[in-house]
């Protein structure tokens, strides 16, 4: 399966009319944050597979819309339902949720590090007791279907893995301590910018590859 991951800037290679003919053979698209829902919508679009998100620490004016008792969380009835029925943008949003998109198993936890009280950043005791909460369905994954988690949908990063010393980039222990317990494959984040070829956008953590998808990345996954 291919799937195209996306974060914090609006790629011309994606927001083109030649992106069907580039992106033929992706199968999904995973926003990590940072993005207007507009683009999420053209994606959609243009594409016609499925697009789940999380959200950053900016582009948050809908944000309100989808959290807990907003009119699209009460409308959420899962992955086919979300993204036949558009929810506005055709994405589904999956911060503090659990999905499975054919075999594939997805969980999001979104937002930064808590730098000014703004809306969407969270301490580090915050971030943990979400992740506390997507626990048992985890644990359940790993009963019925052998593993924990193939994909965690972040828009931070881990503490010391592509992160920032400057408060606002840097990134949650909690996530060390989520692929020590739960193994994903793959750690797909966004908010750390990169400007040049070189700058590192995957390293391998224990048994997790973490992936920056700044502007846009693209993976192939073997079959689960």
Partial sequence: MKVLCVADHIDPLVYSTQVKKRFSDVELVLGAGDLPLEYYSFIVSSLNVPLLFV??????????LYQKGGPVDSDYRGLEEGFKEGHGVGAVFLEDRHLRHGKLLVAGLGGSMRYNNGDHQFTEFQMFLRMLRLAPRLWWNRLVHGRYLDILLTHAPPQGIHDKSDRPHQ????????????RPRYLIHGHIHLYQLNETRRTTYLKTEVVNCYDHYTLDLPDV
């Fill in 55 to 64: 959200f950053g620490n900016h582009n948050l004016s809908q944000l309100a």
């Fill in 171 to 182: 990134g949650f222990k909690t996530f060390l301590t989520f692929m020590k317990w739960f």
